[in-house]
């Protein structure tokens, strides 16, 4: 005690000196609006600025569990689509036409490997026979076709990408409805080709490739890539179409595997009509 005293003592005029301080501060702020304003302008301004630098911290922190929730929203959103459903009756069933049954069911997976340098590159994804994948399974991203599943082990699979020489994909024009196959050049990496096309068809720069719906692998309508340029060789009867791809391939982070729950069904048949004409 005597010791505090004494210390008391020493420093009197410094603590009186903070007490008076503290009392002008007060009368100051108290009894005048404008310096009272510009004391908590100042002060919301600073403590705005560290709890802004705190979000945005902390929301890098977060964002991959961000990206997981967006990327599970928009499976959802896929599984939900028109696109994922076919009518289970034809038109001619006067009561039962509007009945649909789910086509296409999705399932998210991340991309653990992607390969974009060489002529014939594959995706590694992180899911695999115990999630229900099987070979043949199209792979779709945010911005249309990624590639086909060609192999899979237990917990992972293998993808054959778009930018794989051997890859074609059914597509057509959205404007005229004029399909072909999509095959890349081995060239860029954004951009693929579009082969197959007559040259009496009327073509626009800038117009829309989507899928085509005629494989069992990817739903109608998936936009992919758009056209660049074209032309007529001359004495071919095809246009040789270069198109932009939609997905940058760099980027890919989430995807989707397409099941066509009528897959199975759709080969047999076609597998029967093709030993009958044998």
């Given amino acids: 005690m005597r010791n505090l005293i004494a210390f008391i003592r020493k420093y009197s005029f410094f603590f009186l000196f903070l007490a008076v301080e503290v009392l002008a501060f007060y009368l100051l702020f108290s009894k005048n609006h404008f310096q009272r304003s510009s004391f908590l302008n100042s002060t919301n301004e600073v403590t705005g600025g560290f709890y802004t630098k705190y979000s945005n911290f902390n929301d890098y922190v977060h964002l991959a569990e961000v990206n997981e929730a967006l990327s599970e929203e928009n499976k959802r959103l896929r599984g939900r689509q028109i696109q994922s459903f076919e009518r289970l009756f034809g038109e001619n069933v006067y009561v039962l036409d509007t009945i649909f049954r789910r086509k296409y069911l999705y399932t998210k997976a991340k991309v653990v490997n992607n390969s974009i340098s060489h002529q014939n590159n594959h995706l590694t994804l992180n899911v695999g026979i115990k999630n229900g994948i099987e070979r043949g399974m199209g792979v779709i991203g945010p911005n249309g076709v990624v590639g086909v599943i060609k192999n899979v082990s237990d917990h992972y699979a293998s993808v054959v990408s778009v930018l794989h020489r051997e890859a074609k994909i059914s597509v057509k024009l959205k404007t005229s409805q004029y399909f072909g196959s999509m095959q890349w050049n081995g060239v860029n990496y954004r951009n693929t080709q579009l082969i197959d096309i007559p ?69 047999e048949l076609e597998e029967n009509r093709e030993g009958q004409n044998d």
């Fill in 199 to 267: 040259n009496h068809v009327e073509l626009l720069k800038g117009d829309t490739v989507v899928t085509s719906g005629y494989s069992s692998i990817f739903p109608e309508g998936l936009s992919t890539a758009v056209i660049q340029s074209f032309e007529v060789r001359e004495g071919e009867n095809f246009y040789d179409i270069e198109m932009k791809l939609l997905s940058d391939f760099k980027q890919l982070s989430y995807v989707y595997i397409v099941k066509n729950n009528t897959s199975t069904e759709l080969q």
